[in-house]
């Protein structure tokens, strides 16, 4: 099983101030493909999950262009360049290369 | 508009079974995968598995195998998600969500919380 471990686990912000969230996995998640199968998902209080990011670097469909994915490999990172209030929750990375799907630990971000 | 509709909250008591149901409207139910994930209180989610709804193939995590049962009924877009024996450990939020691309889960269900009593 592939194991995800994410950094920081709390991270306040100021809004308009960037946010920067780092995502390891135990192997890499570059796929034959060509594809990288890394994801990250921002779950609202009282809320299901919402994709934000997929196969690393893609933005999903109404995601804000603040938010953008990078990393290659076992190192990732999701960074939103101007932190908004509506952007407090839980951000998780998880692995889709192989079963079982396996996520972070999640990092809560709250505004300063 | 595309979107997945669980059924309702489910109390159950230790050894009982529960059976959520997923209804997609807003596009055809057989052309993606449909996965099933679970959220325990104050807890990360947990991948359960995975159901091709015009098939019927699945693949379920290994800690669920034997107590779990993925159908689907096309007719009326629906999938369900069975897990029998159940444990207070099983208390939990349950969610379906669609894989679109490569993994992408764009679609996610409100959520079922199942709470199991001992």
């Known amino acids: 099983e592939i194991v995800m471990t994410q950094s920081p686990l709390s991270l306040p912000v100021t809004p308009g101030e960037p946010a920067s969230i780092s995502c390891r996995s135990t192997q890499s998640l570059l796929h034959s493909s060509g594809n990288t199968y890394l994801n990250w998902f921002l779950q609202k209080p009282g809320q299901s999950p919402q994709l934000l990011i997929y196969v690393a670097s893609n933005r999903a469909s109404g995601v804000p262009d603040r938010f953008s994915g990078g990393g290659s490999g076992t190192e990732f990172t999701l960074k939103i360049s101007r932190v908004e209030a509506e952007d407090v929750g839980i951000y998780y990375c998880m692995q889709g290369l192989q079963t079982p799907y396996t996520f972070g630990q999640g990092t809560k971000l709250e505004i300063k | 508009q595309v979107q997945l509709v669980q059924s309702g909250a489910e109390v159950k008591k230790s050894g009982a079974s529960v059976k959520v149901s997923c209804k997609a409207s807003g596009y055809t139910l057989g052309v993606y995968w449909l996965h099933w994930f679970r959220q325990a209180p104050g807890q990360g989610l947990e991948w359960m598995g995975w159901l091709k709804p015009d098939s019927g193939a699945t693949e379920i995590a290994q800690k669920f195998q034997g107590r779990i049962t993925m159908t689907s009924d096309t007719s009326i877009s629906t999938v369900y998600m069975e897990l029998s024996r159940l444990t207070p450990d099983d208390t939990a939020v349950y969610y379906c969500?669609?894989?679109?691309?490569?993994?992408?889960?764009?679609?996610w269900g409100q959520g079922t919380m199942v709470a199991v009593s001992s």
């Open positions: 969500t669609r894989d679109w691309d490569r993994r992408a889960f764009d679609i």
